[in-house]
């Protein structure tokens, strides 16, 4: 895929994602999105958990590391890597950009 | 005899001497969440609330050290020495059907499938009751901690339990079936468990994906397919991912079932190819875009074999092609 189909989506406001919290956006054409701030820094990855039909941001979030609800496996935000058991498979991350207070993610067109 | 109380929700069973929580939970009938029960997958976290427990296995992947530092264990590898109470998230779709037994069984019957690959046959008093798909656990001299094999056959009234194990370098427990076990040798046959077994219900074609000694659940899934009248309306597609040409194998037993050819087709591909293999080359989960018609998401997947075959298919299936998990079964024994 090369660079001129890519484009940029606004996810959210910074303001919308405390220090240390998550939020679950929606967007059309994408699966659902969960925002990461984690000490002010911006991480957006899937929502849905890679083992099982869960949503990440109900889970705990602490240092970069997100823990699903279910089964307590756990992903790095910053890098899909997966930390915890059950999950296996990584989480999909996104590239993020901050555009005047705002969160955006390059996504294919 | 210890009492197992669930913080959560105040259900109580009871564990006998030589159960893990794990299984007491599972045979009492509880959805105790858990796939291989043989520490690795790590569903069966939980919190020791009060009371105490014997791990037995320490180091047991299924656990990272975050979960250690939050003071998590595995059901499948804790016995409680006194009454306690846990905190462990029950999950209805982890309730087995038919509650795991244990039954003396018998080693019956030996066929040699490859050069790595043989099928071992147990026999037991009780009837074997289980689900195409599921796996049970065996108790073998001389080996530390159950080994978990697949059933290749059907449930039957006979006892009889059929395993296709791959033997595994180092592996204790392939090594003792392979060179110490006698026919007329007894083992503890602990089973069913397991959770990727074959929905009947599905209205959707299926695909099997088989690689290494995976070969047994997916043979069973597809025998199940044709005896529960599945077929000829649901279509099976097979895939057997080897390494090297010597290490096909599972078309013989697929043969014999009725619509080979028509409703179910075999697709072997091998990884390293020599020169006399003029089949399909590379990962078993690359053959399926040859191979499967339509729509990726309109199929229900079944899969068995080497953690990567499985991360590399679930990733393709999930994320390429927007297939749900829920039409994705494996257990995960890694």
Known sequence: ?109 | MNNITIEQTGMKFQCDGGDTILSAGLRSGLGLPHECTVGHCGMCKFELVEGKVEVLWQDAPGLSERDRSKGRMLACQCRPVEDSRIKIRLDEACRLVRPPRKTEAVLSGMTDITHDIREFRFQSDTEASFIAGQFALLKLPGVIGPRAYSMANLANKAGEWHFQVRRVMGGSGSNVLFDRLRLGDRVELDGPYGLAYLRTDAERDVVCMAGGSGLAPMLSIARGMAASGMMPERNLFFFYGARQPWDVCGEDYLKSLPGFGATISYHPSVSFPDEGWNGRTGFVHEALQDVLPGNFADYEYYMAGPPLMIRASVELLTGHHKVPLGQIHFDSFF
Not at chain 1, 2 to 19: F, P, S
Not at chain 1, 61 to 85: L, N, W, Y
């Open chain 1, 1 to 109: 895929m090369n660079a001129a189909n890519r484009v940029i989506k606004i996810v959210c406001e910074t303001r919308d994602v405390a220090h240390g919290c998550a939020r679950r956006v929606e967007l059309e054409g994408l699966p659902p999105l969960a925002v990461f701030n984690v000490d002010g820094e911006f991480y957006v990855t899937d929502d849905t958990c890679t083992h099982g039909d869960a949503s990440l941001c109900e889970g705990d979030v602490e240092d970069g590391i997100v823990e699903c609800p279910f089964h307590q496996g756990a992903f790095d935000v910053r890098t899909g890597k997966v930390v915890s058991a059950p999950c296996s498979v990584p989480l999909k991350t996104y590239e993020v950009t901050i555009v005047n207070g705002a969160v955006a993610v390059e996504v294919g067109d």
